[in-house]
């Protein structure tokens, strides 16, 4: 008879990855056929890492992580396979109240461009505490006032004023601030960036990846960095994986994947 302790559980699972993908596979089925934009990849995040995820336009690391979330819209898009293991639950098994209970809060996204992923409608202080509302028990004045915190946090001056303002009165840099703040507000223990900096000129990238390091050290969450430059991977991420036509090519860590590269 084998005794398992729980203080020996909790090890287990501290040792266990924070996300664990294996042979995840998403097809669109098309009237011109099927395209495999992910074909069977795997990989793992460690609990406070930051897996850097690169390859050309199309090479399906998007997808991949849209996978993960339940974003991708079916038809025509079909998970045909694989798991995606968060802290013990499959994303692509679990229900839409299980996955609800975790978006947001526990796993948050920046989207690639954050000039169309604000609502245009809505004030930025009505999407900004809107995660804070579905997932925690507590007033909308408690929200605000984090809401305000956190926009300080991301380095937006004036942030009582700018909170009642709608996004078109942002800058793209500031818009992404936004973005970041909204991803954060919950503290989440994984965050998946994907092109975070892709719209933003040289000065405000280093001040967005500078941003995003100091609130990854505060909350010692992981990120999964999805991108074309390797210049930001090369001084952001821990791990680099690299995919191609929905494969994964190669994967290492940062410093040797640069200097013994496999994949041309």
Known sequence: MVCVTRSTFVLQKIDMPLLNVTNLKTYFHTRNGVVRAVDGVSFTVERGETLGIVGESGSGKSVTCYSMMGLIPQPPGRIEGGAAIFDGTDLLS????????????RVSMIFQDPMTSLNPFLRVED?????????????KAEAKKRGLQMLEAVGIQDAANRIRMYPHEFS????????????????????????PTTALDVTVQAQILELMKKMQKELGMAVIMISHDLGIVSGFC??????????????AKTAALFYQTSHP
């Open 172 to 195: 793209g840099g500031m818009r992404q601030r936004v973005m970041i703040a909204m991803a954060l507000i919950t503290k989440p223990d994984l965050l998946i960036a994907d092109e």
């Open 94 to 105: 679990c229900t839409k109240k299980q996955l609800n209970q975790i978006r947001g809060k």
């Open 238 to 251: 821990d791990r680099v994986m690299v995919m191609y036509a929905g494969r994964e090519m190669e994967s």
């Open 127 to 139: 999407q900004l505490i809107e995660p804070l509302l579905i997932h925690e028990n507590i007033s």
